[in-house]
């Protein structure tokens, strides 16, 4: 399966036809994703308990993984996944424009890239601090007296 958790899709077929949803849980055994939003189904609760109330509960039920196409988060086009191999690791990559949709991996080469910016960069020049001319010591004296003797 070419689709994950927390992936972007695009409803192809159905009822649901051209509403994009986040996918909340894949099954691969079975070929299905649930995916936010999409195919609502209606489940009456039975009160299980005294201080319990009977309720009709809506949820999202599975849809056949081939209903769905992944959606690029940089071009924002449904597209088909392509793999390739990035730095020895097999990653999924948009048919369309090829970037990687493996949002772990663009993480990770992201922190990576700033990190090599960081060290390239040069260093900020700091000044240091002067003290003030009216705290230093030897200027409190020599005003002083000239103060003194314009008061005379």
């Known amino acids: 399966m070419n689709v994950k958790v927390n992936d972007t899709v695009l409803v192809i077929t159905g ?3 051209g509403k994009q949803g986040k996918v909340l849980k894949t099954e691969p055994k079975t070929n299905r994703v649930i995916v936010e939003g999409v195919n609502l189904v209606h489940k009456h609760e039975k009160a299980r308990k005294a201080n319990d109330t009977s309720r009709i509960v809506t949820e ?4 056949d993984v081939s209903n769905v196409e992944l959606v690029c988060d940089k071009c924002g086009k449904a597209t088909r996944v392509g ?3 990035v ?6 990559v948009c048919k369309k424009c090829g970037a990687v949709l493996d949002k772990a991996y663009a993480k990770k080469a992201k922190k990576a890239a ?6 390239e960069a040069p260093k900020k020049r700091t000044r240091k601090r002067t003290q003030k ?11 002083a007296p000239a103060t003194e003797k314009g008061e005379e």
């Open 83 to 85: 793999h390739a191999v």
């Open 133 to 143: 001319t009216s705290e230093t010591p030897e200027t409190a004296e020599t005003a």
């Open 87 to 92: 730095d020895g690791k097999r990653v999924r």
């Open 15 to 17: 009822k649901y036809k």
């Open 60 to 63: 999202e039920a599975p849809i």
């Open 114 to 119: 700033a990190a090599e910016q960081k060290e």
